[in-house]
């Protein structure tokens, strides 16, 4: 598992089109909260004829901002540039200038054995350039990965291919909704994607694969308004957390402090994390009742976990019973 809490606190990533000219100023002005981290997208979201322009009108915010910085305190988010092509990545690290100092790195969507190595090469190439650590987060999403003949031997190929930048990879995540176009599903407000079989299925050996030894973020939850959506997105969040996600896309500021909320330790986990991490190995036994009385702790069962509580905890905060 990851060792750093790094690599738990990317939390809910807020995506927005990089040709979006209020977001410099949404940044600056701290109109998303304090608790998320910023996707600025080139690739779906951007008609195929204003990539250019796109691309340059991110450079402007990122300038807007990096200034701002100089003048004025206020939260910088981890940002993240989510590109069309591995070559791009090179052309933004010249373009955006100075201003690179602000990115903490590439998402890399439809990540697939066709353009593995090219993506891999192109943030080994951007890393030896910058002056500091630039992540890449990339996306199972690609149809490669639906047929079940090749789909283990294609996640682990994928894998072994990221293992020459293992330190690099912030999280890996998931295109759920990109995964159920490719079947017609689309799921309403009070339905978690959880529930969807093929989909699911697909999270599952996701997690299997990739989860002994990276984050894996959740998929994004398209419902910000309206009835029910609230409660839906919780509903997810619990069924993710159990499935083994951490962190998740948004795509609405509305949606933010829900996902902040539901990755927040519990007290109870906290509790216990920091009795299991403590414990006194001189002890006969490795098994006892937890601080409350309420569930059992086990040493060498319970420690991966109680790691990984810690890290959520440092990143997130703790959820103090009321």
Known sequence: MKNLSLYYSVGPLLYCPASRETIAQSII???????????????????????????????????????ARSQQTFYLPKIFIRVRHP?????LMHLLQDSIDLLSGFIIPKFSLENAD????????ANEQSKKTLYCMPIYESASIIDLRSRYDILYALKEKLAQIEPLVLNIRVGGNDLCHLFSFRRHADESIHKIRPVADIFSDIITVYGMDYVISGPVFEYYSGSK??????????????????????????????????????E?????????????????????????????????THTN????????????????QT
């Open 268 to 300: 109870q986990d906290y509790e216990d994390a920091l009795s299991i991490l403590n414990w006194d190995k001189q002890q006969t036994s490795y098994v006892s009742a937890n601080p409350a009385r309420e569930r059992m702790n086990e040493l060498k």
């Open 229 to 266: 959506w609230e409660n839906g997105l919780k509903n997810e969040l619990r069924d993710d957390m159990l499935c083994g996600f951490t962190g998740k896309t948004v795509i609405h500021p509305n949606q933010i402090a829900i996902v902040s909320k539901a990755y927040q330790a519990a």
């Open 305 to 320: 976990w109680a790691r990984k509580v810690i890290f959520m905890a440092e990143a997130f905060g703790v959820s103090r």
């Open 29 to 67: 002005s701290q109109s998303f909260g304090s608790c998320f981290s910023l996707s600025l997208c080139l690739e779906d979201t951007i008609n195929d004829s204003c990539v250019e322009s796109a691309e340059h009108t991110l450079a402007e915010s990122l300038g807007r901002i990096y200034r």
């Open 87 to 91: 070559e791009q990545i090179l052309r």
């Open 118 to 125: 090219a993506y891999i090469q192109a943030v080994i190439l």
